[in-house]
């Protein structure tokens, strides 16, 4: 796989590999963890996916800023291993159970985030900018997403296994040495990419760093601040208002860089704001695998594993035992209730829920416990898919581009969407076939959903990272690898907003529909601008 490529390759890949073992891992029991009446912080459904949608919104916000910071003034080694060790810290930090730890552990991997993700994919697109490696820039690019998802893959069986044997805070710390060994790796790979390790420094007509700082940076905290403390929420909850607000200033500036730039610049620089704001509807949905779609594996899925399977998973420790009673169902569809104690308002949560759903036929005797496999293993699912389809899409396209036929790149997001909303009909069938969740669904739904749905993400995500490098101008690069990380972050936040609806729907099939209706209007968006953004990459020379 390496032998045609860059030699730095290898070493990006490994990096982002472990980068994303932690990342995935903090995301995969994250919401678990809030929602733990007994060692996390008993949240309902609502304040869970909140949270969730705002941290995962701003850990995607702040690429635009590491990328400056790169452009500008540290150049991308050190703006990557900075970021990294913070990252790294952060997780650890997860791992206390105390909430004001909590919230700074978040905010160092927000910012470790900035800083380390938008830099190692714009220099992984430096390593192929020379003509013996740019026609493989796509390519690179895939290969490179599956680094992460083998990551993201991996990630899950140890988080599964330590939170059962250990707690949830090995599981956490597991994160951060993982994070550890990719910024060690990363710097074992120097040699081959420092002469793409490049300073561009200001260049003229860009805004100074303290004009950045006034126009958008104390703007966007002020703003937040604003959109928290207005009376009421706006949209949903008083985090979602402060993030749309705050995003104001960073949205002004990405428009600036259009207006400011020079003419030979304005369509390149259009065309990916116009993809950027398209594909914020794709993460929109695909990101609700760490809320919606986690719920939809912990209370609706049939986890109950027998035989060798069980033997198998509990030596692995990758299944735990649950118990039955009779008051393990009554009081869940309520999800919990308030007492008023001393002047505040405690919750009861009823748990454990899952035999919520199972028909009385079924159910184990009175007293009995079932071995069920860990919730978060579903997370594994769609970067194993990744894993097994990645060297087939690239295949695919190798073959088409030797008989003249590769479609361009914008052609391939606008299949990813396309194939990305075909995904959301097996979750509406699931939502049929188990009776509107009254049943246990079989595990099957999910990875048929998640094996479609990432056929739509190879032809999307990495896509769109290989764009970025393709269009942008040399001078902003990173900055607009940081645009690109900005559209994810909104729609992170959006499919928090969405997950927080999932009670509202009396039937589960209609908040499926919802997620088709969004990523079938994006492949409308996408298609109503396909000859334009074509026409741009002629213009470049580039496909």
């Not at 695919?396 to 790149?409: D, H, Q, W, Y």
Request: hydrophobic letters at 50%; glycine letters at 8%.
């Amino acid at each position: 796989m390496w032998k045609s490529h860059p030699r730095a390759l290898p070493y990006l890949f490994f990096s982002e590999m472990w980068e994303r073992f932690g990342y995935y891992l903090m995301i995969g029991i994250f919401t678990l963890y809030l929602k733990d009446v007994e060692a996390g912080f008993g949240m309902t459904e609502a304040e869970s996916a909140d949270l969730y949608g705002t941290f995962i919104a701003l850990v995607f916000l702040t690429p635009f800023l590491g990328g400056l910071i790169a452009d500008r003034y540290w150049a991308y080694k050190r703006t990557i291993v900075i970021g990294g060790l913070l990252m790294g810290l952060g997780y650890c930090l997860m791992g206390v159970h105390n909430l004001t730890v909590l919230y700074i552990a978040m905010t160092l991997v927000i910012f470790g985030n900035g800083l380390f993700k938008p830099n190692i994919s714009t220099l992984l697109g430096n390593v192929y900018s020379t003509p013996q490696y740019n026609a493989q820039k796509d390519e690179g690019y895939n290969i490179f997403y599956m680094g992460i998802n083998i990551g993201a893959f991996i990630c899950n069986f140890f988080g599964a296994a330590l939170q059962i044997m250990l707690g949830w805070s090995y599981a956490f710390f597991a994160a951060g040495i993982g994070m550890f060994v990719g910024v060690i790796i990363f710097i074992m790979g120097t040699k081959h990419f420092e002469e793409f390790d490049v300073k561009k420094g200001v260049q003229e007509g860009d805004m100074s760093f303290l004009k950045i700082c006034l126009v958008i940076l104390v703007p966007s905290v002020l703003f937040g601040i604003l959109g928290w403390m207005i009376p009421g929420s706006i949209v949903g909850s008083d985090s979602t208002d402060a993030f749309i607000f705050a995003c104001v200033p960073v949205l002004y500036f990405y428009s600036s860089l259009y207006f400011n730039a020079a003419k030979e610049e304005k369509r390149p620089i259009l065309a990916l704001l116009a993809i950027f704001a398209v594909v914020i509807l794709f993460w929109a949905v695909f990101k609700q695998n760490g809320s919606a779609l986690n719920t939809w594996a912990d209370r609706y899925t049939d986890r109950e594993i027998t035989g060798v399977t069980k033997s198998t998973f509990e030596t692995f420790k990758l299944a735990k035992n649950i118990s039955y009673t009779k008051d393990s169902i009554p009081l869940y569809d309520q999800q919990f209730r308030l007492q008023r104690q001393d002047g505040k308002a405690l919750k009861e949560f009823a748990f454990p829920p899952y035999f919520r759903n199972i028909t009385p036929d079924k159910l184990p005797t009175e007293g009995t416990s079932i071995s069920v496999w860990s919730t978060n293993l579903s997370q594994s699912i769609n970067p194993g898919w990744v894993i097994i389809l990645t060297p087939l899409v690239v295949a695919l396209f190798t073959a088409l581009r030797r008989r003249g036929k590769e479609p361009s790149t914008p052609t391939k997001i606008a299949l990813g969407l396309f194939i990305s909303a075909l995904s959301v009909l097996f979750m509406v069938a699931a939502v049929m076939a188990t009776n509107n969740g009254m049943n246990k669904a079989s595990v099957w739904w999910l990875v048929m959903g998640y094996g479609v749905i990432t056929i739509g993400e190879l032809f999307l995500s990495p896509m769109g990272l290989s764009l970025v490098s393709k269009l942008s101008p040399t001078r902003i690069t990173s900055l607009m690898m940081g645009g690109w990380f900005v559209s994810t972050s909104i729609g992170n936040k959006l499919s928090g907003v969405l997950a927080t609806l999932w009670d509202t729907y009396e039937n589960k099939a209609n908040y499926f529909w919802l997620n088709f209706a969004l990523l079938i209007l994006a492949t409308l968006l996408m298609l109503s601008i396909l000859k334009w953004l074509n026409g741009v990459m002629k213009e470049k020379g580039i496909n």
